[in-house]
């Protein structure tokens, strides 16, 4: 096992009717004036904005509207979103949405007392923001995980860059997680939703080295098989509360470190996908993810059999055939893929309706690899020729 830090100080309110507490929460904590930021039309079409702003107004707490995210977030609108907390006097800013939004308010939160810094600086690991503007969420999505975690990912539109970092500063002081919120999620999102937690714990899992990690292991393949169970109900039964709730507390447990703990990893697969979604924005995430994991587990896979086959037995039942373990690791991936597919989920690249070409994966590559000068550890090393046959073998 190796070495780690775990520190998740965000508070959780999970549960029925929990957005309504949202003015009490943030009196406890003594802010006066926030901002509320959200994306689209679907927190206005559903309601929720307005018993968000209600429940504020009960409180005696001043709000300004900022919306306009939209998937995979932009770095200008971050901008606007600084500069409109700066002019507002905005001492906190409260995140109505998915983990789109949430990061968007998070790169927010890092630039608003950073005036003097190009917030683009700390995606590219020039910068480190030592102080940002607190921040919490409700939730509307489970997916990302992003309402407890450290991460946040941001697209520039100035080359079409989407990278992410680590940061204290990204913990929010609360998330509040009602499930209800995400019953009128769609079935393509929701399928993206399922895909995006199993990737988070997925990674961890198989992407990494510290092999004596009997519990966190015991951790990830629970928390997977609870994915998929709940994932199949809320694909055929949308407004079914306990699948839905399953969905939504694993989403945070499995991005929180939780599930990685005494493993160092790398989520090779995740940078992978930044560059696609990064290079067409029309991609989900969780879709990008379905597209390209199982291609990956089958190009690094030899590199640590054994922990393939554990997952193959543990998580999706397949006998183990001791004789030949390879077997029963490629088993395990053709099952994964299987349940991806039972969601509709893409898992080729050419499946995803984007105008992606075969040639793209040079492209993609080449930016991965930060032109040939970047390498992703982990259970194999990636390069950019390695890079590249996986963009290939995707297709």
Same mark, same amino acid.
């Given at each position: 096992?190796?070495?780690?830090?775990?520190?998740?100080?965000?508070?959780?309110?999970? *549960?029925?009717?929990?957005?309504?507490? /949202?003015?009490?929460?943030?009196?406890?904590?003594?802010?006066?004036?926030?901002?509320?930021?959200?994306?689209?039309?679907?927190?206005?079409?559903? *309601?929720?904005?307005?018993?968000?702003?209600?429940?504020?107004?009960?409180?005696?707490?001043?709000?300004?509207?900022?919306?306009?995210?939209?998937?995979?977030? /932009?770095?200008?609108?971050?901008?606007?979103?600084?500069?409109?907390?700066?002019?507002?006097?905005?001492?906190?800013?409260?995140?109505?949405?998915?983990?789109?939004?949430?990061?968007?308010?998070?790169?927010?939160?890092?630039?608003?007392?950073?005036?003097?810094?190009?917030?683009?600086?700390?995606?590219?690991?020039?910068?480190?923001?030592?102080?940002?503007?607190?921040?919490?969420?409700?939730?509307?999505?489970?997916?990302?995980?992003?309402?407890?975690?450290?991460?946040?990912?941001?697209?520039?539109?100035?080359?079409?860059?989407?990278?992410?970092?680590?940061?204290?500063?990204? =913990?929010?002081?609360?998330?509040? !997680?009602?499930?209800?919120?995400?019953?009128?999620?769609?079935?393509?999102?929701?399928? !993206?939703?399922?895909?995006?937690?199993?990737?988070?714990?997925?990674? &961890?899992?198989?992407?990494?080295?510290?092999?004596?990690?009997?519990?966190?292991?015991?951790?990830? @393949?629970?928390?997977?098989?609870? /994915?998929?169970?709940?994932?199949?109900?809320?694909?055929?039964?949308?407004?079914?509360? @306990?699948?839905?709730?399953?969905?939504?507390?694993?989403?945070?447990?499995?991005?929180?470190?939780?599930?990685?703990?005494? =493993?160092?990893?790398?989520?090779?697969?995740?940078?992978?996908?930044?560059?696609?979604?990064?290079?067409?924005?029309?991609?989900?995430?969780?879709? *990008?993810?379905?597209?390209?994991?199982?291609?990956?587990?089958?190009?690094?896979?030899?590199?640590?059999?054994?922990?393939?086959?554990?997952?193959?037995?543990? /998580?999706?039942?397949?006998?183990?055939?001791?004789?030949?373990?390879?077997?029963?690791?490629?088993?395990?991936?053709? &099952?994964?893929?299987?349940?991806?597919?039972?969601?509709?989920?893409?898992?080729?690249?050419?499946?995803?309706? #984007?105008?992606?070409?075969? @040639?793209?994966?040079?492209?993609? #590559?080449?930016? !991965?690899?930060? *032109?040939?000068?970047?390498?992703?550890?982990?259970?194999?090393?990636?390069?950019?020729?390695?890079? @590249?046959?996986?963009?290939?073998?995707?297709?």
């Amino acid at each position: 096992m190796e070495n780690f830090t775990y520190w998740v100080p965000t508070k959780v309110y999970f *549960g029925k009717d929990t957005h309504k507490q /949202v003015g009490t929460v943030i009196k406890e904590y003594g802010f006066s004036k926030i901002m509320i930021h959200y994306g689209g039309g679907s927190v206005q079409k559903t *309601g929720l904005l307005d018993q968000v702003t209600q429940s504020l107004r009960d409180s005696g707490i001043e709000y300004v509207l900022f919306g306009g995210v939209r998937p995979n977030p /932009v770095l200008s609108l971050a901008k606007e979103g600084m500069d409109l907390c700066r002019r507002e006097k905005v001492e906190f800013i409260l995140a109505v949405g998915g983990g789109s939004v949430i990061d968007s308010a998070k790169c927010i939160a890092d630039g608003v007392l950073n005036p003097d810094m190009d917030p683009w600086k700390f995606f590219t690991k020039e910068a480190v923001p030592e102080k940002a503007l607190p921040h919490g969420n409700i939730l509307t999505l489970a997916a990302s995980g992003s309402e407890t975690s450290q991460s946040c990912v941001i697209t520039n539109e100035d080359g079409g860059w989407k990278k992410g970092f680590n940061s204290p500063t990204h =913990r929010p002081l609360f998330a509040i !997680c009602n499930p209800e919120l995400t019953f009128t999620v769609n079935r393509f999102q929701t399928g !993206c939703g399922t895909v995006d937690i199993m990737m988070h714990t997925l990674e &961890r899992y198989l992407g990494g080295k510290g092999k004596n990690t009997p519990l966190t292991d015991r951790i990830g @393949e629970g928390l997977l098989k609870t /994915v998929m169970e709940a994932g199949a109900v809320a694909d055929k039964k949308p407004e079914d509360y @306990e699948a839905r709730a399953s969905l939504m507390w694993a989403g945070s447990l499995s991005h929180n470190d939780l599930t990685g703990l005494g =493993r160092a990893y790398v989520m090779q697969v995740h940078q992978l996908e930044h560059e696609l979604s990064g290079m067409f924005p029309s991609v989900a995430h969780g879709a *990008g993810l379905s597209a390209l994991f199982c291609t990956w587990a089958r190009y690094v896979y030899r590199w640590d059999v054994p922990r393939f086959a554990q997952l193959a037995v543990r /998580v999706f039942h397949v006998d183990m055939d001791f004789e030949n373990p390879e077997a029963t690791a490629l088993e395990g991936i053709r &099952r994964l893929e299987a349940f991806f597919e039972s969601l509709s989920m893409p898992v080729r690249l050419s499946q995803l309706d #984007a105008g992606i070409k075969k @040639e793209d994966g040079a492209v993609l #590559a080449e930016k !991965c690899s930060q *032109g040939g000068t970047r390498v992703l550890e982990g259970i194999y090393p990636l390069g950019k020729k390695e890079m @590249e046959q996986i963009y290939l073998l995707a297709y």
